[in-house]
């Protein structure tokens, strides 16, 4: 079985799922389910704790959902299940903060008269942002549970914090958070799944085309989205679901 699962960013991964149901099929020789756990923010606690055979989750709504999903409130260390877990990658919380009105990552050019933030600061911060999430991952690697790290979509151009925070920095932010994500992982020796090149624009932002139009929606791709994700996923690159993957 295959079980993608996380925070909300998984909903654009399922319905671009039932738009390839038949080539799927002829790629992945196991069930394919993909559901959400719930809304990230209860990640900012800790929401699990290592069990026996695997992960449990500890957070009601998500144990609920992952029941209904694999028939078990646990991730289990089954070599007949391989998990996707979409979570860590949201670099929202951090980048929208107002602070970054008039600061910007010590890297960037600071012409334009910004405060800067050293490197060291901004690690601290995704840290904080993330450190349950790294908990429950090195809880899956300890208990031997098969799984691998799938990534959010690249900032929007409409998000709303660009009315006040410049997009280079808005894109400086998000390049630092994900590239601490991806070698934290690294040392933990997890693998990660990174969208396709082909849903950037020219900057990094995620392309118009793949956002979802929905009302106070800033952040997630529509199922277009998640349709070139499950593709290169499943379909062009299988080797996520054998375990292989770099």
């Known amino acids: 079985m295959i079980i993608l699962t996380g ?22 020789n196991r069930p ?6 719930g809304n990230g923010k209860h990640t900012l606690r800790a929401f ?16 609920a959902a992952l029941r209904l999903l694999s028939g078990s409130p646990m991730f289990q260390a089954d070599p007949g299940i ?35 933030i050293s490197s060291a600061v901004l690690e601290a911060i995704i840290l904080s ?20 790290v799938i990534s959010s979509p690249p900032p929007r151009r409409d998000h709303y914090c660009l009315d006040k925070t410049p997009g280079e920095v808005v894109l ?10 991806q070698q934290h992982l690294r040392s933990l020796g997890i693998r990660f799944a990174m969208p396709p090149k082909n849903v950037y624009d020219d900057q990094g932002f995620l392309r118009d085309e793949f956002a979802q139009n929905a009302p106070n ?30």
């Open 129 to 148: 942002n993330n450190e349950h999430i790294y908990r429950f991952f090195e809880s899956l690697k300890a208990t031997d549970v098969n799984f691998f």
């Open 82 to 116: 391989t998990y996707g877990i979409c979570l860590g990658f949201h670099s929202p919380p951090v980048f929208r903060h107002p602070m970054w009105e008039r600061s910007a990552p010590s890297r960037h050019d600071l012409a334009h008269g910004k405060v800067p």
């Open 172 to 181: 400086e932010v998000d390049e630092a958070f994900r590239s601490s994500v």
């Open 7 to 28: 925070d909300s960013h998984v909903n654009a991964l399922r319905h671009g799922a039932a738009t390839l149901e038949s080539e799927i099929k002829q790629h992945v």
């Open 48 to 63: 699990s704790e290592r069990s026996t055979g695997g992960v449990k989750l500890t957070q009601r709504s998500y144990a």
């Open 32 to 37: 394919l389910r993909i559901g959400a756990l």
């Open 217 to 246: 929606d800033f952040h997630h791709g529509n199922a277009e989205y998640g349709r070139r994700f499950i593709r290169a996923l499943l379909v062009d690159d299988p080797q996520w679901i054998t375990g292989t993957a770099a």
